[in-house]
């Protein structure tokens, strides 16, 4: 017979456990990103320092821009106006490709842990008059309204849209994908100096085919990689050589367009004009004849473009140690975390702004200011309670 003691004993255990399992996945931040530790980003990451005309630029092109720090597990939005700047971000595991649907107001990003995942993120439209509890006014916050689960070997890293369709680059096969309305990714696109006589190689990375400069259609768009053939070494290898091996890739030949870059990133077409960050030497410039004129050098790995009118925005990362043989045109000690508006006439920077704790920026995209201000929680300032009553009624005009 089993004795009361030990009864009363196991009966306290039980509920001591029940208690913790109440207690856990009350964080909206942590049900938002799938990831129990969404609500804990170290605040060292949100300080910053502004050089130059950072906050006017910005003011002035009536964006709000979108910024993913993949290695910080952070996407965070910037917007300015007459009153100031506003800093905001949402916690997602290790965010890299980054693009809005200006169209349809909807926002894509990959998180490429295993296994990798899409969310799509909308704006906030209103919140729905409820009797159990009070309502937080609607601020056009983004938040995530759908997410898809890919397997991991894809390795996916840029996102763009061509013929309004979502793709994106399956690093770890050596192609393009598309994402369909079924859930799926569907090889659409690859360089022809993977087909071998038993058939193309995608069972692993071998080029680091990086980026999508968006066309109207495939054949018009084109493609970075870190190299032009399937090499000894592979992505990673520390003899990998990059030293202007990069090339950018013509999505209509699937030949090599233009070469001489060094870890080329973020190959963008703006005003038919095609645009590329140097990443290993710290430039952004624009390919020309087959090959890279530089616009601007920055203080750091170059990573992350996009433009608003006359100003491109453009990421630097600072360069990790193990991988400094993949700098050989930076210091890297000096490299930097920030953010910098360039004047795409002059190549001269407007401001910039810099996270002193900050690592690694992947992608750089915008949306109109007056579409979104940001996210629901803010850099520097906990609204706990505003952001619970957010979640709990809050509606979205987008359908992705």
Not at 17 to 42: C, F, I, K, P
Not at 109 to 134: C, H, M, W, Y
Not at 195 to 219: C, K, T, W, Y
């Amino acid at each position: 017979m089993t004795s009361p003691n030990r009864d009363s004993t196991k009966q306290r255990r039980l509920d001591a456990l029940s208690s913790l399992h109440n207690e856990q996945w009350r964080d909206q931040a942590q049900v938002a990103a799938h990831w129990s530790d969404a609500g804990q980003a170290d605040p060292r990451l949100f300080e910053y320092r502004v050089e130059g005309n950072w906050w006017e630029t910005l003011a002035e092109s009536t964006a709000t821009l979108l910024v993913t720090r993949e290695y910080e597990h952070l996407v965070m939005a910037l917007r300015a106006d007459h009153s100031g700047g506003r800093i905001s971000y949402m916690s997602l595991p290790h965010p890299s490709g980054l693009v809005a649907d200006r169209r349809r107001n909807v926002v894509h990003v990959a998180s490429t842990r295993n296994p990798n995942q899409i969310f799509d993120l909308a704006p906030v439209a209103g919140v729905k008059e409820r009797l159990d509890a009070p309502s937080a006014p609607a601020e056009a916050e983004l938040v995530p309204v759908r997410s898809r689960f890919f397997p991991g070997c894809l390795y996916l890293h840029d996102l763009a849209l061509i013929d309004e369709a979502l793709h994106g680059n399956a690093v770890g096969e050596n192609a393009v994908v598309r994402f369909d309305s079924d859930g799926g990714a569907y090889r659409v696109w690859w360089p022809s100096c993977i087909e071998h006589a038993n058939g193309p190689v995608f069972g692993r990375n071998h080029l680091q085919l990086n980026s999508i400069a968006a066309g109207d259609n495939l054949s018009s768009s084109y493609f970075s990689a870190s190299a032009s053939r399937i090499g000894r070494y592979r992505p990673g290898h520390l003899k990998f050589a990059v030293d202007r091996t990069g090339v950018i890739f013509s999505g209509k030949t699937r030949e090599p367009f233009a070469r001489g870059l060094t870890r080329p990133h973020s190959a963008r077409l703006n005003q038919g004009v095609l645009w590329v960050d140097n990443s290993g030497y710290g430039e952004v410039g624009i390919v020309r004849d087959g090959g890279f004129e530089p616009i601007a050098r920055l203080p750091g790995w170059t990573r992350g473009l996009c433009f608003r009118g006359d100003v491109a925005f453009v990421g630097t990362s600072r360069v990790i140690p193990r991988f400094r043989s993949y700098a050989p045109g930076l210091d890297v000690e000096a490299s930097l975390c920030g953010l910098h508006a360039l004047d795409v006439r002059t190549g001269q920077v407007r401001g910039s702004l810099i996270w002193p704790w900050g690592n690694q920026i992947f992608a750089i995209d915008w949306l109109p200011r007056d579409v979104t201000g940001g996210f629901p929680w803010l850099a520097n300032r906990k609204r706990p309670t505003r952001t619970k009553r957010l979640f709990y009624a809050y509606t979205t005009a987008t359908n992705p």
